[in-house]
């Protein structure tokens, strides 16, 4: 029971996130295939040649999984860290500053939350010239809010906390308060914002390319997704143009969540006792009921 | 079993899982309640107190676990009942006044609603008869009986004590525990709020477990007072003794930083130092670090309980009969 | 009622920044994309109908605040221009025909997967730590890891295509028409089952989360700790005096969340041409309709404020502490 050791929800989302980042890192160099070529019949079924078949367009669909991994998670992880730094500084000056200022962020918080990303998004990426750069801004113009949100009402509850208190004491200048004292206090908070943006991205980035918004003739998690669809692959049976992709998306947030499940753990250790206890509680054959359990350890 | 004692707790070990392991919050409590009397239990906070109260009803949320000892009521022992019989003693035989008020009854619900349920819980009532009997509740604690419409947020802090206190009479249970009833309150409040339980007490004829970490409040009530620390008792007799002869290095701590009922009123802060991290107990007595009497004995062996007067028990290992 | 003013005061600040979004955002992209926009649309709408849409989108080459103007006016006699994709209908008339139908999905969907994840998220946490709270969190996590619409394609292959037990698209039988007959409603009922259990499926394991959790804090109050002291039975305290108190930060949520929710089961009706708001959004894209984007950007903006404040009506009548205020 050493608190020092890695959780094993942590551990098992470390171990799919490294997976997936090696095979963002080296896959394009491993893949067999250049992932947008014709290289073979389409639509065909899992085989030796092709891992996980061919696609409508006759691709490589393994190579295809790999190559969208780099792009997807690239733009996830800036956007996720985009709107990270974003929520923060907002979030952090609102809930610092006080008064007008915090009035007026909080107003622009909550009525950036209060109008539906998906949509706004179809809009900006309409107008906005295909392409990653303009994808970046979508997703954080549409995903920022819900960062600067939590993060604020976090600041407000440390700003009555001594080490604050002591440096608007010692006239420390705000904004030295808010990313000196304040925001270096709330790493686990930060890093549990960062996760959750970027699960974010990653989700709506998928929702947008299958919506056929972005840049089509990039090989991404979406775009896989949106030429399986156009190309029926459901009506041909065509399972493996889509298993692999949503696979890899699902995997990815999970073990994203899984760490943050484990953030929560280790910054409240009280949230693991109970675990403990209904664990020390079945080791000794009791299950526990409505009331105190009463245990009697002879020996 | 009509000579067993109203309550008598035996060697009661209460333990909390914490992330470094289970951790004693309460080692080894023994204490005999008798019918009418009101038994004081003081001590600093996180000495246990409430540890000991919610577990006579066995209601301690997790991850608390009792693991060891016998809670007796009237010759049952708590610590064996089934969840039936659990719920059937609860309330009836033991009822509870917590300490702050605000937070002891829902926010959503009525004032009604609260005590309501109890009557038709146990005692199987109709709702409207349930309501008249919730009605004279409050009229016996002094609040108008209109008052079951609202909800607890509508109230004053004292009147939501005095809520509190009808609630923890409606089954007239012989044995009411008090846990700090009157911290959260300013001081008029509380004056008043106390005047209405010894009232009470007297017309009812009730035994009561007060718990305070206030020896000004304990020694205009209580006929007698167990003093905890660490959670263990290191003292128990009866009020009037306690006050005149304690013996424990920490009662007289206690008692060194009362002044009087009548003078200015202190907290128990007058002892250096601050109760043990109850996962890192040291070896030998837990008080020794904050003591002024300690002999070398103290280091390595834990002082019992022990007879020292008629009545008079102490766990020290300087003080002899 | 203060806080409902508050909150009101809110949404109709949200619905003008959404109006000034869908104007300014045209214009502030860069390479004007407006002006390709008409280019693109002369070959294929007439000249008096190409001027109406001008209008209604306030280009009208006078000087921005006048543009403005214009724009405002048009809207508000609920004039959104034509749409491109169903031309010569009217965006509004376009619009109409899809928001009953994602009124029907998304409120039936969101309301069955919030009334069932709060549920499992009461069991889970007054049985935290058993068998229940250890299996099933991880594994909704792990389903709601899936995008909406993938869920969507699978339920769809699994028992539209491979089964063949549930119908594959559209909202209902194409061989009925609209009535209130019941083989209507039960082929609406019957059209409406896979994509609202995707739906579900999908968006369950957050509401079981956040419900649990808000339960984890509850069930540590005196309130709970003296509902078991009065002896009263499991199943009250969990629900009466629990989850009572465990749902209203989840209702707070459930505003904030509808947005999102929204998104996902939008991209699941394009899954089951379900002619939705959804739908229409994919034929928008497809033949680069912006009309019909803008007009169902504001419909569902609109439409989501309004079920905020819907939402904090609920709230004030769940809490009575908000209610002097
Ligand atoms: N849920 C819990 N987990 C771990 N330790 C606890 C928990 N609740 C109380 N304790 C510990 O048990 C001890 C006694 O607490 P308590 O009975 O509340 O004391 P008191 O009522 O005298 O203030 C304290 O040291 C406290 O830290
Ligand atoms: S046993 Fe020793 S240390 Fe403990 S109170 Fe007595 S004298 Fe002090
Ligand atoms: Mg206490």
Same mark, same amino acid.
């Given at each position: 029971?050493?608190?020092?050791? $890695?959780?094993?929800?942590?551990?098992?989302?470390?171990?799919?996130?490294?997976?997936?980042?090696?095979?963002?890192?080296?896959?394009?160099?491993?893949?067999?295939?250049?992932?947008?070529?014709?290289?073979?019949?389409?639509?065909?079924?899992?085989?030796?040649?092709?891992?996980?078949?061919?696609?409508?367009?006759?691709?490589?669909?393994?190579?295809?999984?790999?190559?969208?991994?780099?792009?997807?998670?690239?733009?996830?992880?800036?956007?996720?860290?985009?709107?990270?730094?974003?929520?923060?500084?907002?979030?952090?000056?609102?809930?610092?500053?006080?008064?007008?200022?915090?009035?007026?962020?909080?107003?622009?918080?909550?009525?950036?939350?209060?109008?539906?990303?998906?949509?706004? +998004?179809?809009?900006?990426?309409?107008?906005?010239?295909?392409?990653?750069?303009?994808?970046?801004?979508?997703?954080?113009?549409?995903?920022?809010?819900?960062?600067? @949100?939590?993060?604020?009402?976090?600041?407000?509850?440390?700003?009555?906390?001594?080490?604050?208190?002591?440096?608007?004491?010692?006239?420390?200048?705000?904004?030295? %308060?808010?990313?000196?004292?304040?925001?270096?206090?709330?790493?686990?908070?930060?890093?549990?914002? /960062?996760?959750?943006?970027?699960?974010?991205?990653?989700?709506?980035?998928?929702?947008?390319?299958?919506?056929?918004?972005?840049?089509?003739?990039?090989?991404?998690?979406?775009?896989?997704?949106?030429?399986?669809?156009?190309?029926?692959?459901?009506?041909?049976?065509? &399972?493996?143009?889509?298993?692999?992709?949503?696979?890899?998306?699902?995997?990815?947030?999970?073990? #994203?969540?899984?760490? =943050?499940? *484990?953030?929560?753990?280790?910054?409240?250790?009280?949230?693991?006792?109970?675990?403990? &206890?209904?664990?020390?509680?079945?080791?000794?054959?009791?299950? !526990?009921?409505?009331?105190?359990?009463?245990?009697?350890?002879?020996? | 079993?009509?000579?067993?004692?109203?309550?008598?707790?035996?060697?009661?070990?209460?333990?909390?899982?914490?992330?470094?392991?289970?951790? @004693?919050?309460?080692?080894?409590?023994?204490?005999?309640?008798?019918?009418?009397?009101?038994?004081?239990?003081?001590?600093?906070?996180?000495?246990?107190?409430?540890?000991?109260?919610?577990?006579?009803?066995?209601?301690?949320?997790?991850?608390?676990?009792?693991?060891?000892?016998?809670?007796?009521?009237?010759?049952?022992?708590?610590?064996?009942?089934?969840?039936?019989?659990?719920?059937?003693?609860?309330?009836?035989?033991?009822?509870?006044?917590?300490?702050?008020?605000?937070?002891?009854?829902?926010?959503?619900?009525? $004032?009604?609603?609260?005590?309501?349920?109890?009557?038709?819980?146990?005692?199987?009532? =109709?709702?409207?008869?349930?309501?008249?009997? +919730?009605?004279?509740?409050?009229?016996?604690?002094? $609040?108008?009986?209109?008052?079951? +419409? *609202?909800?607890?947020?509508?109230?004053?802090?004292?009147?939501?004590?005095?809520?509190?206190?009808?609630?923890?009479?409606?089954?007239?249970?012989?044995?009411?525990?008090?846990?700090? !009833?009157?911290?959260?309150?300013?001081?008029?409040?509380?004056?008043?709020?106390?005047?209405?339980?010894?009232?009470?007490?007297?017309?009812?004829? #009730?035994?009561?477990?007060?718990?305070?970490?206030?020896?000004?409040?304990?020694?205009?009530?209580?006929?007698? %007072?167990?003093?905890?620390?660490?959670?263990?008792?290191?003292?128990?007799?009866?009020?009037?003794?306690?006050?005149?002869? !304690?013996?424990?290095?920490?009662?007289?701590?206690?008692?060194?930083?009362?002044?009087?009922?009548?003078?200015?009123?202190?907290?128990?802060?007058?002892? !250096?130092?601050?109760?043990?991290?109850?996962?890192?107990?040291?070896?030998?007595?837990?008080?020794?670090?904050?003591?002024?009497?300690?002999?070398?004995?103290?280091?390595?062996?834990?002082?019992?309980?022990?007879? %020292?007067?008629?009545?008079?028990?102490?766990?020290?290992?300087?003080?002899?009969? | 009622?203060?806080?409902?003013?508050?909150?009101?005061?809110?949404?109709?600040?949200?619905?003008?920044?959404?109006?000034? #979004?869908?104007?300014?955002?045209?214009?502030?992209?860069?390479?004007?994309?407006?002006?390709?926009?008409?280019?693109?649309?002369?070959?294929?709408?007439?000249?008096?109908?190409?001027?109406?849409?001008?209008?209604?989108?306030? /280009?009208?080459?006078?000087?921005?605040?006048?543009?403005? +103007?214009?724009?405002?006016?048009?809207?508000? @006699?609920?004039?959104?221009?034509?749409?491109?994709?169903?031309?010569?209908?009217?965006?509004?008339?376009?619009?109409?025909?899809? #928001?009953?139908?994602?009124?029907?999905?998304?409120?039936?969907?969101?309301?069955?997967?919030?009334?069932?994840?709060?549920?499992?998220?009461?069991?889970?946490?007054?049985?935290?730590?058993?068998?229940?709270?250890?299996?099933?969190?991880?594994?909704?996590?792990?389903?709601?890891?899936?995008?909406?619409?993938?869920?969507?394609?699978?339920?769809?292959?699994?028992?539209?295509?491979?089964?063949?037990?549930?119908?594959?698209?559209?909202?209902?039988?194409?061989?009925?028409?609209?009535?209130?007959?019941?083989?209507?409603?039960?082929?609406?009922?019957?059209?409406?089952?896979?994509?609202?259990?995707?739906?579900?499926?999908?968006?369950?394991?957050?509401?079981?989360?956040?419900?649990?959790?808000?339960?984890?804090?509850?069930?540590?109050?005196?309130?709970?700790?003296?509902?078991?002291?009065?002896?009263?039975?499991?199943?009250?305290?969990?629900?009466?005096?629990?989850?009572?108190?465990?749902?209203?930060?989840?209702?707070?949520?459930?505003?904030?969340?509808?947005?999102?929710?929204?998104?996902?089961?939008?991209?699941?009706?394009?899954?089951?041409?379900?002619?939705?708001?959804?739908?229409?959004?994919?034929?928008?894209?497809?033949?680069?309709?912006?009309?019909?984007?803008?007009?169902?950007?504001?419909?569902?903006?609109?439409?989501?404020?309004?079920?905020?404040?819907?939402?904090?009506?609920?709230?004030?009548?769940?809490?009575?502490?908000?209610?002097?205020?």
């Amino acid at each position: 029971m050493g608190s020092t050791k $890695i959780p094993r929800k942590a551990a098992v989302g470390l171990a799919i996130l490294g997976v997936f980042f090696l095979m963002a890192l080296v896959g394009p160099l491993v893949a067999p295939y250049d992932p947008s070529a014709f290289v073979d019949i389409p639509l065909q079924p899992p085989s030796r040649a092709h891992l996980l078949g061919t696609t409508g367009q006759g691709q490589d669909v393994w190579s295809q999984t790999i190559a969208g991994a780099r792009a997807s998670l690239l733009v996830g992880f800036v956007a996720g860290l985009a709107m990270t730094t974003i929520g923060a500084t907002v979030g952090a000056i609102a809930g610092t500053f006080g008064g007008l200022v915090d009035d007026v962020l909080s107003l622009l918080t909550n009525v950036s939350l209060v109008i539906p990303g998906l949509p706004l +998004a179809v809009v900006l990426a309409a107008y906005l010239p295909a392409g990653t750069r303009a994808l970046l801004v979508v997703l954080v113009a549409t995903g920022w809010a819900w960062n600067a @949100r939590v993060i604020r009402a976090q600041v407000l509850s440390l700003r009555n906390k001594d080490f604050v208190a002591a440096a608007i004491v010692t006239g420390e200048s705000r904004l030295h %308060i808010v990313f000196r004292e304040i925001l270096p206090n709330m790493t686990s908070v930060l890093a549990s914002c /960062f996760i959750s943006a970027t699960v974010y991205a990653i989700g709506a980035q998928v929702g947008l390319e299958f919506l056929g918004l972005g840049d089509m003739s990039v090989v991404t998690w979406g775009t896989n997704l949106y030429w399986a669809s156009n190309d029926a692959a459901l009506l041909t049976g065509a &399972w493996w143009t889509l298993v692999p992709t949503g696979l890899s998306v699902a995997l990815v947030g999970t073990a #994203l969540v899984l760490v =943050s499940f *484990s953030l929560d753990e280790i910054t409240n250790p009280r949230l693991r006792a109970v675990s403990d &206890w209904t664990r020390a509680l079945a080791a000794r054959g009791i299950r !526990p009921g409505a009331s105190t359990p009463v245990v009697r350890d002879h020996g | 079993m009509g000579s067993a004692p109203l309550l008598a707790v035996e060697e009661l070990v209460v333990a909390y899982q914490t992330p470094s392991g289970p951790v @004693r919050a309460v080692d080894r409590v023994s204490f005999v309640l008798e019918r009418g009397e009101v038994l004081g239990l003081v001590g600093e906070s996180g000495s246990g107190k409430s540890t000991v109260a919610q577990a006579l009803a066995r209601i301690l949320a997790p991850p608390a676990m009792i693991t060891g000892g016998r809670v007796l009521f009237e010759g049952h022992d708590v610590l064996a009942m089934n969840e039936d019989e659990l719920r059937r003693f609860r309330w009836r035989k033991m009822s509870f006044v917590l300490q702050s008020a605000m937070n002891a009854l829902s926010p959503v619900l009525t $004032i009604g609603d609260q005590i309501i349920d109890v009557l038709v819980t146990h005692e199987r009532t =109709s709702k409207r008869v349930a309501r008249e009997r +919730a009605a004279h509740l409050l009229e016996l604690v002094g $609040i108008d009986p209109t008052r079951l +419409a *609202s909800h607890p947020h509508e109230l004053s802090g004292g009147m939501r004590q005095r809520v509190g206190i009808a609630l923890a009479l409606a089954l007239h249970p012989p044995l009411v525990v008090m846990d700090e !009833p009157t911290t959260a309150l300013d001081v008029v409040v509380q004056h008043e709020v106390l005047s209405k339980i010894a009232e009470l007490k007297e017309k009812l004829g #009730l035994s009561v477990l007060f718990i305070t970490h206030d020896m000004s409040i304990v020694s205009q009530f209580a006929t007698r %007072i167990g003093v905890l620390y660490a959670g263990r008792l290191v003292e128990t007799a009866p009020t009037r003794e306690l006050f005149r002869a !304690p013996r424990h290095p920490y009662t007289k701590g206690l008692l060194g930083s009362f002044v009087s009922i009548h003078g200015p009123r202190r907290k128990l802060v007058g002892i !250096p130092g601050s109760p043990p991290d109850l996962r890192r107990l040291p070896a030998g007595c837990a008080f020794r670090a904050r003591c002024g009497e300690a002999a070398a004995q103290c280091a390595t062996e834990a002082p019992v309980l022990r007879v %020292i007067a008629e009545d008079h028990h102490t766990a020290c290992h300087v003080v002899s009969p | 009622m203060r806080y409902l003013l508050r909150q009101l005061g809110l949404y109709i600040l949200a619905a003008w920044a959404s109006l000034t #979004l869908n104007f300014i955002v045209p214009r502030l992209a860069p390479g004007d994309p407006a002006s390709a926009m008409f280019a693109r649309y002369k070959g294929q709408l007439q000249p008096e109908a190409l001027a109406a849409l001008r209008e209604a989108f306030g /280009f009208t080459g006078g000087p921005l605040h006048e543009q403005y +103007a214009a724009y405002l006016a048009h809207l508000f @006699r609920g004039d959104l221009g034509v749409s491109v994709a169903y031309f010569p209908a009217k965006v509004t008339d376009v619009l109409a025909m899809g #928001l009953g139908w994602t009124a029907l999905l998304t409120g039936s969907s969101v309301v069955v997967a919030f009334a069932l994840g709060s549920l499992l998220g009461v069991i889970a946490a007054w049985r935290r730590g058993g068998a229940f709270d250890t299996t099933l969190p991880p594994l909704l996590v792990f389903l709601g890891a899936f995008p909406y619409f993938w869920l969507a394609m699978m339920l769809l292959y699994g028992f539209g295509f491979t089964l063949d037990v549930l119908p594959l698209r559209h909202a209902y039988a194409d061989t009925l028409a609209p009535s209130l007959s019941f083989s209507f409603v039960a082929s609406v009922a019957e059209h409406l089952l896979l994509p609202a259990t995707s739906i579900v499926l999908a968006s369950v394991g957050g509401w079981m989360l956040s419900m649990r959790s808000s339960m984890i804090g509850v069930l540590a109050e005196d309130y709970v700790t003296m509902a078991h002291a009065k002896g009263l039975s499991p199943l009250r305290i969990m629900f009466h005096y629990a989850a009572r108190n465990a749902l209203l930060p989840n209702v707070t949520g459930f505003g904030m969340a509808l947005g999102f929710v929204l998104g996902g089961s939008l991209l699941t009706e394009i899954v089951f041409s379900y002619p939705g708001q959804g739908y229409l959004l994919v034929q928008a894209v497809r033949s680069q309709d912006y009309p019909l984007m803008q007009g169902i950007f504001l419909t569902i903006t609109m439409a989501v404020l309004a079920a905020n404040f819907l939402v904090d009506v609920l709230y004030v009548w769940l809490d009575p502490r908000t209610r002097g205020r």
